[in-house]
């Protein structure tokens, strides 16, 4: 998929990816966390086209020099290496981004909620990551556990998440 127009210019209702994005816009820097767990994560999430993702990220940042952020963006933000540099896609929800920042304050969407209109889009995403690629990554150690609270979902409530989910990637350029 094709980086959002808000990727350039911060104007998102998401106040994660606002603050994130126009720190990066204003001053040409974000913390490490910043770009891994929030702009990382949603074009993880999103299926973002990696070359676009590697070209913002040197767009932008003026401590990004090619041979660390190409590796740090395929490889860790978003596991487009297969997972030669990380040994888990460093994939959350909005219930992480809350608990680690204070973006969710205040926000247009809901960080509890994970479907339905006003959840937060990385709720849903995340859980549809997790679907699409549980075969692959259930076997893994580091986030095993993470499918077993999926499947102990009612499948009415799976089915939710999964339906918001597609609503947001359908209409990414106005989250």
Known sequence: RDLPDYFWTGKTKMACMR???????????????????????FCLL??????????????IYVDAIEWVEMPNTRGMALFADGGIVGTKPY??????????????????????????????????LYWRFMDKHEKRLATNPRIGMIFRSWDNMEASQRQAILE???????DLEHL
């Not at 999103?46 to 767009?59: F, H, K």
């Open 19 to 41: 603050n994130a994005i126009g720190q990066s816009l204003d001053y040409a820097y974000a913390h490490h966390i910043q770009r891994l767990m929030v702009t990382g994560n």
């Open 46 to 59: 999103t299926e973002m086209n990696p070359d676009q993702v590697d070209a913002w990220y040197l767009g």
């Open 91 to 124: 994939a959350a929800s909005g219930s992480y981004i809350n608990k680690m920042s204070d973006y969710c304050k205040g926000c247009h969407y809901d960080n509890k909620a994970r479907s339905g209109e006003g959840s937060c889009p990385f709720n849903s």
């Open 164 to 170: 918001t989910a597609e609503r947001y990637i359908a």
